[in-house]
């Protein structure tokens, strides 16, 4: 079941939880390298729990991880990652954390050769699914194949954020229609 359909099945509840996320961001392009190290961060920790937990615990995550900024994350210190541990808004899983602030490393260094993140996906887009997996696990931290998906599909890299009869999708099209070629 996808998403779209996923969410017309649920209860009032939670169909307000993930309406939002739906509605305006799933899908949709980001070109700031903080709110794409956010949704890195956010999706890295969705593995082996539900998309409705990460929603809940977003504010927390933006807090704790200061605004999802690179270049703080990429400095954190050891009582940072106590801080992390101990905070209950988040996930407190020491490999996602050491995770988070690799990746916040490894972005800085993707900015010093491409200028950005963004610019580094846009370098190598298009791709398969199956060459994004291969490029992310060389160069990101706890990046599978369904992390590395569903982060490029969150942000218009991969196909399958919406079905194609849903409006949200036609909104996305229109946005930045290139972002959706494979």
Known sequence: MSYCTA???????????????????YGFPI?????????LVLEINQ??????????????????YH?????IVAAYSDEDRLRLLA???IIRNR????????????ILRL???????QAWLSHH?????????????????????????EFLMSIGYLLGAHDTDCRIHTEIVKFNPKWMEV
């Open 7 to 25: 969410i017309e099945t649920m209860n009032e509840e939670k169909k307000a939880i993930h309406k939002r996320y739906h509605d305006t961001q």
């Open 31 to 39: 070109a700031d390298d903080n709110e794409l190290f956010g949704r």
């Open 47 to 64: 593995a082996g729990l539900s998309w409705e937990t990460i929603l809940k615990k977003e504010a927390g995550f933006r807090n704790a």
């Open 67 to 71: 605004n999802f900024d690179v270049k």
């Open 87 to 89: 905070d209950a808004t």
């Open 95 to 106: 490999l996602k954390i050491e995770a988070a602030i690799a990746n916040a490393q490894a």
């Open 111 to 117: 900015q010093d050769e491409f200028g950005s993140f």
């Open 125 to 149: 887009h298009p791709k398969t699914k199956e060459e994004w997996v291969k490029l992310f696990k060389k160069t990101f931290r706890f990046t599978g194949g369904e992390i590395v998906n």
